[in-house]
């Protein structure tokens, strides 16, 4: 092996006895290695960040009504109602996020523990999540339809058939059915990230059940329910395929995401389209700020678990 | 025998210094390294030692100063190419690849024969006595069997200097003291230069030629293992030697090198370590084995003498671990062949060279408060 | 030689068994993950079900069954050359995905440095966003290059996520690795290259299966990116399976639903070589689950 990189002792003394850049660099962790994340951030700028600029500059650039007209068009133009659009949305997805997970915690604290058939059920509770809202969306409507297999029984049982898609209920169904794994897994994984040893510890002070749960459990599961309910949210917020599936796209499940593509696939109004996307992102971030604004109010450390 | 070490003449490292976005965890270090030496950095958690050791192993860049090895400028070298060896406190084994194929790693690198490859493994695997366990994998052995692989991968390459990053400190009791004289059976039969880092002071004491002492990222004292033994050059490296009971007081009475120091309620006569002034803040350090202990009353005439009661005794073997609580209310800590029961009034005696008073303050650096004042009381 | 002595892992915490025991709200929570799960099966089910019926009107199961309508969908939707598409963009956006984001991801892991904490809320967003906020402004992009609608349009739309998602599920398999076992290769005279070739890459063979089938299965669900970015020649599985659910309705509900079950096949093909490399919880998040 050649011993290159060898330099003579050149002094890296710089005038005033100041150490040569490398070390001052190398000091606060900058180096040659930080190379390899240039492909990914080369990734990230041209794919996402400039895209981003793009469209937001895009928004502000309509045909008619000055710098804001594509917002003001989103706004109140009667053939767009991006505001309730807006609202729409919010409706079937914070309630869809907050079921998901409200429901989920009992049920992943019940089932922390080992059992058999844990990793069965588990496995069987990703079969949604792989399958995808469009998926769901036909099975539902097959499922859920009038001559469907639960009207059905509902006749059986002597009910009125109800009308179970092409609406709201179809939608929050499907909001549910891809959701609610997915939030029960997350906070299955949580619970099992505290150590059992602090509510074995609790239970030799004296707590029963309800007490362990609310003083020990709850707290150190605050955080990872924020981020549940973050990452629920966003999947419920970005409904889209199963508004138009299983939903009433033209009216009560005229999700922003419909307005948004509407606008750029079907009227080609691009300015428009980038203003209801960057609306339609910003609203969502102002719910995942609060949120993490409630979390950062939390006990943040560890958990106790081996992870 | 093969495994020989290529060798150097000297290593120097001027003022070598590495601070960590603005804070120094190591400064100003000078030490000249000689063929064959066994060298031990000690000093407590963060005081420097590793960052030291990562420092010349190549796998920290210097902020500051350079590593010379016969005068050739080292220290922009990438670890791979300045050839040294290391061991790792917890032994760094590769876990995908057998015994052999770990001891084997550093030769591949180098493009060694495959024939002597295989050679350079066997006998390198003999010296560390694991022959039956060539071809398990790391996550098959014990701690100890680990450790053993770690150093003969390190030792099979014959590097002029081996940098070993407290070796055995995840290893239970009985097992490091094995270990600690499998080491030195290695240093001494194959001339290895090594830098040793440790926070134990009983391992650097049994292994090192040179000691060298670090208190929050400067040094404090470079010397043999018996230098800084009987003469600490100020209470932290004291305390690190073993003189756990390190007592505040003021100078009384200076007569060169014998001080009178009023500590705990009475006197005591002990030998400066630097020049002292009446008046001036001190710390007498004291070690256990140092103590006289007689019972109350029985104390020879003429010493300085500390009257206390027994509370806690261990029994330790041949000897007892006894601490007392002196009148003045400071627990103090003794070992003794002497029979005693808690409870008990005693007095305890010491001579005047085995009483050392430093200063209180240590000239450390002025930019950090002492973190470790009082931590023996 | 004496062996050191392991801690033994703790056993399961001894409530946990008896919590199952039918209490009334035991029974409860059982009871709804029961109805989930028969709604679950229900929905899967009347797909399934219907792909092979001959007429199905009003009656609980069809009258007869057929295969016919697997060969129709085949023909009438070009599933041949769909299911192709499909794998096409799988393949190059995962070995895209991770040959970037596997670099990134070790620096990410092992470096702290100026800027890095702006540099992750990049890496996170893509993953954090609706993909149609993103994805508009995007395909506009994309189609005024005239890189969309097309092939290489819906697999750089498919890259957006999916490298972070790399960076993201890799990083704790990184976290893993002890530095200093790296350390060890360097002062046994690896340089960079032989560190990753010889020492970290078999160490990362885990990860980089975990991220690899994970992008693989969330690039074949991925809606709505490859929607906005595909033409009738790029369309993947489950874009195809849209645009006949919404298409005009000649064509027979059975056909559609022939083609849900091929598309269901292949995820569930998919998620079972998933499994085999991850667990479940890792299908929908990064947190590593420890009861298994």
């Known amino acids: 092996m050649t011993m290159t990189g060898q330099r003579p002792g050149r002094a890296k003394q710089g005038p005033a006895n100041r150490p040569a850049l490398s070390h001052r660099l190398a000091e606060r962790g900058i180096d040659k290695l930080l190379l390899l994340l240039l492909p990914a951030l080369l990734f990230a700028l041209v794919l996402f960040v400039y895209p981003f600029v793009y469209g937001l500059g895009l928004s502000f650039q309509p045909k008619t009504g000055g710098l804001f007209g594509a917002y003001v068009k989103f706004f109140t133009d009667p053939s767009v109602r991006g505001l309730d659009s807006i609202w729409v949305t919010l409706q079937l997805a914070l309630p869809a996020a907050l079921l998901n997970v409200l429901v989920s915690v009992p049920l992943a604290y019940k089932m922390r523990g080992k059992f058999r058939g844990k990793r069965a059920l588990t496995t069987v509770l990703v079969i949604p999540i792989t399958l995808g809202t469009v998926l769901t969306a036909e099975g539902l409507l097959n499922f859920f339809g009038q001559r469907g297999w639960l009207n059905r029984f509902l006749g ?152 | 025998m093969s495994i020989h070490a290529t060798s150097f003449e000297t290593l120097e490292l001027e003022n070598v210094a590495r601070s960590f976005g603005g804070q120094n965890a190591l400064r100003n270090l000078n030490l000249s390294i000689r063929s064959g030496e066994f060298i031990a950095l000690l000093g407590p958690s963060g005081c420097g030692k590793s960052t030291a050791l990562n420092c010349l192993a190549g796998l920290l860049p210097l902020t500051g100063g350079r590593i010379l090895m016969d005068g050739k400028q080292i220290d922009r070298l990438p670890p791979e190419k300045r050839g040294f060896g290391m061991v790792f406190q917890n032994y760094a084994l590769f876990p995908h690849l057998s015994v052999e194929k770990n001891i084997a790693f550093g030769l591949e690198m180098r493009k060694v024969p495959k024939a002597e490859i295989k050679k350079r493994v066997a006998e390198a695997i003999e010296l560390v006595q694991l022959g039956p366990h060539a071809t398990k994998l790391p996550g098959q052995m014990s701690g100890g069997q680990q450790q053993r692989v770690a150093i003969a991968r390190a030792v099979v390459l014959r590097p002029p200097l081996v940098l070993m990053d407290e070796p055995l400190s995840n290893l239970d009791a009985k097992l490091r003291l094995e270990m600690r004289t499998e080491i030195r059976r290695l240093h001494q039969s194959l001339g290895l230069t090594t830098l040793y880092v440790t926070h134990d002071q009983e391992e650097a004491l049994s292994l090192a030629d040179r000691l060298v002492v670090l208190r929050l990222g400067e040094v404090q004292q470079v010397g043999t293992p018996q230098d800084l033994h009987e003469h600490p050059v100020n209470w932290h490296v004291a305390d690190f030697m073993g003189y756990r009971n390190l007592l505040e007081g003021v100078v009384e009475r200076a007569h060169g090198e014998a001080v009178t120091v009023s500590v705990l309620g009475t006197t005591v006569t002990g030998s400066a370590q630097v020049p002292l002034r009446a008046g001036d803040a001190v710390k007498v350090g004291l070690r256990p084995e140092d103590f006289d202990i007689a019972p109350a009353g029985t104390a020879p005439a003429g010493l300085a003498s500390i009257d206390a009661t027994v509370e806690v005794v261990e029994y330790q073997g041949r000897e007892f671990a006894v601490e007392v609580r002196s009148d003045a209310g400071k627990p103090l800590h003794v070992r003794t062949a002497r029979h005693v029961e808690p409870g008990q009034r005693v007095t305890l005696t010491a001579t005047q060279d085995r009483v050392l008073v430093f200063p209180a303050e240590l000239a450390s650096a002025p930019d950090r408060a002492p973190q470790l004042q009082g931590a023996a009381l | 030689m004496s062996l050191a002595l392991k801690p033994k892992s703790d056993a399961a915490p001894q409530g946990t068994k008896r919590a199952l025991a039918a209490t009334p709200g035991t029974f409860l929570i059982w009871g709804s993950m029961a109805v989930f799960l028969l709604l679950l099966l229900g929905v899967v089910s009347s797909v399934v079900v219907n792909s092979f019926a001959k007429e199905w009107f009003d009656t609980w199961l069809p009258a007869g069954y057929t295969p016919a309508w697997y060969a129709d969908a085949w023909k009438e939707y070009d599933l041949g050359q769909v299911v192709g598409t499909t794998l096409t963009v799988a393949v190059a956006v995962v070995g895209i995905s991770v040959l970037i984001g596997a670099p990134a991801s070790y620096v990410l892991a092992r470096r702290s440095f100026p800027g890095k904490n702006i540099l992750m809320l990049v890496f996170l967003l893509p993953i954090m966003m609706p993909p149609i906020t993103y994805g508009i402004p995007l395909a506009t992009l994309l189609t005024y290059y005239h890189l969309a609608p097309g092939l290489t349009g819906v697999i750089l739309a498919n890259l957006v996520p999916s490298i972070p998602f790399v960076i993201l599920t890799m990083t704790p398999f990184i976290e893993q690795i002890n530095p200093s076992i790296e350390s060890a290769a360097r002062m046994c005279g690896a340089n960079m290259l032989r560190l990753f070739t010889k020492i970290l890459a078999p160490l990362l063979v885990p990860g980089i299966l975990a991220a690899a089938v994970l992008v693989l299965v969330r690039t074949v669900g991925m809606f709505e990116l490859t929607f906005l970015t595909s033409d009738s020649t790029s369309d993947t599985l489950v874009v195809a399976l849209f645009t006949a659910m919404t298409g005009a309705g000649i064509r027979a509900q059975q056909s559609v639903d022939a083609m849900a079950v091929v598309y269901m096949l292949m995820m569930m093909v998919l998620l079972v070589v998933a499994l085999r490399f991850v667990n479940p919880t890792q299908l929908v998040s990064q947190v590593r689950e420890e009861t298994d």
């Open chain 1, 156 to 307: 059986v049982l002597g009910f009125e058939p109800l009308q179970l898609v092409q609406n709201y209920w179809g939608v929050l169904w499907s909001l549910i059915i891809s959701g609610f794994p997915f939030a029960f897994l997350l906070i299955l994984s949580y619970l099992s990230g505290i150590d059992p040893s602090l509510e074995a510890a609790a239970r030799t002070l004296g707590a029963d059940w309800k007490q362990r749960f609310r003083r020990i459990t709850l707290p150190l599961l605050a955080p990872g329910l924020a981020i549940t309910f973050c990452l629920t949210f966003v999947l419920a917020f970005s409904v889209f395929p199963s508004a138009i599936l299983v939903g009433d796209p033209s009216g009560s499940t005229r999700v922003i995401a419909y307005v948004a593509y509407n606008a750029w696939g079907q009227q080609f109004d691009y300015p428009l389209a980038s203003a209801a996307a960057i609306v339609m992102g910003a609203v969502e971030l102002i719910v995942i700020v609060l949120v993490l604004i409630w979390r950062s109010r939390m006990y943040k450390g560890s958990t106790g678990g081996k992870g």
